[in-house]
C-alpha cells in the first residue's frame, strides 16, 4: 500500500476514520469537559450523521480505501499471538486495571477485544472497566503523514492518551504499515529517547490537527494549547534530518477552546483558495509566523496571508468563515466553518450549519451539494464523482459538530495523488 500524502488538497486516495462508538453514549455531563466535549450528544443521531461521511468517501474513494480504526485495531490483535498479550498489558497498566479485569480481556475475541479497548465497556456484563474515549472520532490527531513517513503524535490531553496508545500499537504491529517500519519511516513522537522533555522541563506535545502538509518541502504546524513549542522544536529536528522536507513553518495561535488547533482556523481546499478565520488568518491579530529552513535560515511573516502569498501563491484567494463579519465569523468558527477536508482541489466536505459561510463560497463560484443528494445521484448514475468540480458538500452536523471538530479534523489521510 503506498503511504504518501504531499500536499491538502491532491485528490484523496485512503483515509482512516472512526464511526462514533458506544463510548460516547456514556460521557456524562460531569465528565464532559474533562473528556473534551461540550455536552453530551445522542450517539444514534451522531452515527447517522457520521455514516453519511463516510459513505460519502466511499463513493470518491471506494469502500476499501476507507480505512475503520477498529477494524484495523482488531486486524493488529490477530495478527501475531503476541500482539494481544501486548496490548492489555499496555492497557492494564495505564489504566490500572485490577488482574482480574486483564484475564477478562484475554478472554475475548479479537473484535470484542478492539471494541472493548476503544469504548472501556464490557457489553456483556454491563461494566465499566475504564473510560471512553470519545475523541477517537478525531483521526486527524491521532497520525499524521507527511511525504511518505508518519509521525504518530502525542496527546497534550490525558483524555486521549489512550488513542495514542492504540495508534502506536497499529503503527507499529499491523502489517499494512510494516514497509514505514522496515524503512524506518515512523516518526514516533511518543519515544521518550528521542523525544525527551526539555531541560526546563516542558513536554513534548504535538497533536494532528496541528500539522498540515502544504506541498512536498512545506510542512505547517500549529503551537496551540495542544502542542508545544518544544514538541515542535523536535519535530523540525527529525524532520530535516531525514530529509523529510525543507520548510518547517510553525505559526503561534492564542490558547482558545475555539481553536485548539490550527485546523479549526483554516483549512486548504484548493491550490489557491483556503478558508479561513479572518482575524487571525487574514488580519494576522495575535498570530505571528516563523520559517525555518533546513539550511538554517529563517523568515518571519506577521500573518499566514502574507506567509501563503510571499512563499506558496502569490494569488492565494480567502473565503471567510462567516462571511468575515461579526457576529457570524465567531459562531460559524466555533462550528467548524473553516475545518474542511478537500476530496480532491475544489471539492470539499463541509458542516451543513454554517450558512453565512455557504454565501462567501457562493461569492467564490462554489456550489453547495447534500451528501444524501450527491449519494443518490452517484448511486442513480446522474452523476461521476470523477466529474465534480468546485463544489461544497454538506455532511449533517447537529450532533458532531458538539465534539468540536469538523470534517478535515474527522479524516487522516494516508494517501494522496
Ligand atoms: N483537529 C481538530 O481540531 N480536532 C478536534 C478535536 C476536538 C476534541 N473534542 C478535542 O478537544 O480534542
Known sequence: M????????????????HRPDSGISRVSPK??????????V???????????????LDKFLGTKNVLEITTLLEETIKDEAENKKLIISRVEDYEELPRKFGEKLESLSAKELAKVLITGYLEEEDHILFDPIPNFIFTRDIAVVVNDHVVITKAFKAARYRENLLTRFIFWRHPIFKP???KNKIINLNDLDLFPPSKTGEQVSLEGGDVMIINEDFILIGCSERTSMHGIQLLKQSLFDKKVVKNVVVINIPNDRSFMHIDTLFTMISEDEIVAYKPIIYDG????????????GISEYSSVKKFFESEINNDMKFIFAGDGRSPYQEREQWTDGCNLVALKPGVAIAYDRNTVTDLAFQKAGYSIVKAETLIKDIDEGKVDPNTIKKTIIHIPSNELSRARGGSHCMTCPISRK
Do not use: C, W
Open 285 to 296: 491579530n495575535s498570530s505571528n509566523i516563523l520559517v525555518y529552513r533546513s539550511n538554517g
Open 31 to 40: 465528565r464532559a469537559e474533562e473528556l473534551l466535549f461540550d455536552d453530551i
Open 2 to 17: 503506498s503511504i504518501n500524502v504531499s500536499s491538502e488538497i491532491g485528490f484523496l486516495q485512503k483515509v482512516i476514520v
Open 180 to 182: 514505514l517500519r522496515d
Open 42 to 56: 445522542f450517539l444514534p443521531k451522531m452515527q447517522e450523521e457520521h455514516d453519511v461521511l463516510t459513505l460519502l
